[in-house]
């Protein structure tokens, strides 16, 4: 029975973040440049979203670039940024009804780069099949620091008194408070950390690691992942006999 016949489709998650990691050692394996890995992992985003979308995955976040890879090669930054204006392909959200959007300090790209994402974000807010999170110039040190900075400015102009300032309050003001908090989190290429991504919205996700470099994680790997996700008890804190019932 493959992996897609294994799953449960009334218990699907209904967000999946996924850690892109490998795209440079996969590419360097086959004696390739690190772009070449660059731009196959992001053709493999899409093909993941499309099938996401068919799963019924709501959201997917991707991360795409961290606020600590603005020190990489100035060559390698370029071309990433580069690759991702070009992957920013509205045809391919139109034909499967899929929201766009972005989280990060975008302020830092190129203004053609910003505007080009504020368009499609503005063109897709309607599509409701599915949403694709980029996170881009992200890390979640950077989102707590400025949302504790905005509710320092509440407080300030007297819209929010600090007893009152509750979890529920920082999840406002995170770059993140459209969607719910992920159920499942994939990092792909071997490392078993999550390099300051979603922390804070990630304090009850699973987390799945794998070997597989993002470039090779086709459809059948998210599968595997959705069906491993499906076979774990999650608590929140309390026993298995209270999430069973059988106390």
């Not at 302020?107 to 499609?120: D, G, K, M, T, W």
Request: some cysteine.
């Amino acid at each position: 029975m493959s992996y897609k016949e294994q799953i449960d489709m009334t218990r699907v998650p209904k967000h999946v973040a996924f850690i892109m990691d490998g795209n440079g050692r996969w590419a360097q394996a086959q004696g390739q440049e690190r772009s070449f890995g660059h731009s196959a992992g992001a053709d493999r985003m899409h093909d993941i979203m499309t099938c996401g979308a068919r799963l019924g995955i709501k959201y997917m976040t991707y991360y795409a670039f961290s606020t600590e890879n603005w020190s990489r090669p100035e060559a390698e930054v370029n071309y990433l940024l580069d690759l991702m204006l070009k992957h920013l392909e509205e045809e391919i959200f139109v034909k499967n009804n899929i929201r766009f959007t972005i989280i990060g300090d975008i302020s830092r790209l190129p203004e053609h780069q910003q505007n080009a994402c504020r368009q499609l974000m503005e063109r897709t807010k309607n599509n409701d099949a599915s949403c694709m999170v980029v996170a881009f110039s992200y890390s979640t040190r950077w989102e707590m620091q400025r949302a504790v900075r905005l509710i320092a400015e509440e407080v300030q102009e007297g819209k929010l008194k600090p007893e009152d300032i509750t979890a529920e309050t920082i999840d406002q003001h995170l770059m993140t408070n459209f969607m719910p908090e992920p159920e499942l989190l994939v990092r792909t290429g071997g490392e078993e950390r999550l390099s300051n991504f979603l922390l804070w919205q990630s304090a009850y996700t699973e987390l799945y690691f794998t070997d597989t470099y993002w470039p090779d994680f086709d459809e059948e790997c998210l599968y595997k992942a959705v069906v491993d996700y499906q076979h774990r008890q999650r608590r929140f804190g309390k026993t298995g006999e209270q999430v069973t019932g059988k106390v």
